[in-house]
Nanobody, 123 residues
Framework: QVALVESGGGLVQAGGSLRLSCVAS????????MGWYRQAPGKQRQFVAN???????NYADSVKGRFTISRDNAKNTVYLQMNSLKPEDTAVYYC?????????????????WGQGTQVTVSS
């Protein structure tokens, strides 16, 4: 099993930046893909970004050019650097880990999820 703990959320003004962190523990050898998802009130959880084997990165169109996902294997940590934040980025952000080695956006391909961290962007 893999445990994931997110941090770094908070309140920021539009145009500002935040960096989310996700620390993994447990059977981390099984992780090939790490992802970030978000869920706004009344909406479905949606894909934000993922990183495959620490190298191949993929982003939702809505965050391309503003968000950057990265992985520090020595620290068992995945980051989501979020710049030029917009009010529509407001959501609970979840970290996810999957064993598949492809840039999947299917939630079912991620077998472990964190508890989420709130990001609120004010206008």
């Amino acid at each position: 099993q893999v445990a994931l703990v997110e941090s770094g959320g908070g309140l920021v003004q539009a145009g500002g930046s935040l960096r989310l962190s996700c620390v993994a523990s447990g059977s981390i050898f099984s992780i090939n893909t790490m992802g970030w998802y978000r869920q706004a009130p009344g909406k479905q959880r949606q894909f934000v970004a993922n990183i495959v084997r620490g190298v191949n990165t993929n982003y939702a169109d809505s965050v391309k050019g503003r968000f950057t996902i990265s992985r520090d294997n020595a620290k068992n940590t995945v980051y989501l650097q979020m710049n030029s934040l917009k009010p529509e980025d407001t959501a609970v952000y979840y970290c996810a880990a999957g064993a598949v080695g492809i840039p999947t956006t299917r939630r079912d391909d991620y077998h472990n999820w964190g508890q989420g961290t709130q990001v609120t962007v004010s206008s």
